[in-house]
């Protein structure tokens, strides 16, 4: 099991979050893809969160469109 941290920004305020995969690396995408779940997944309207077989580039925009930028991985 690794621990990965990422920063980044919400509304360009500085978070942190810390995640346990049992996978050895984390894409800039896999990060914005649990941070959306994790800031936007109980929201009514389900829309918001990009579709399971969303590319990469679709979730990072999608991403961006929410206000979560500056996406940076690191293992702990």
């Known amino acids: 099991m690794a621990t990965f941290n990422i920063e980044y920004r ?26 959306l779940v994790l800031h936007f997944g109980d929201c009514e309207n389900g829309l918001v969160l990009p579709a399971a077989d969303s590319s990469p580039s679709e979730i990072m925009a999608q991403a961006d469109l929410l206000g979560l930028s500056r996406i940076e991985v690191s293992t702990a």
């Open 10 to 35: 919400l509304a360009e305020e500085p978070k942190s979050y810390r995640l346990e995969l049992e996978q050895d690396e984390l894409s800039r995408h896999e990060a914005a893809m649990h941070l």
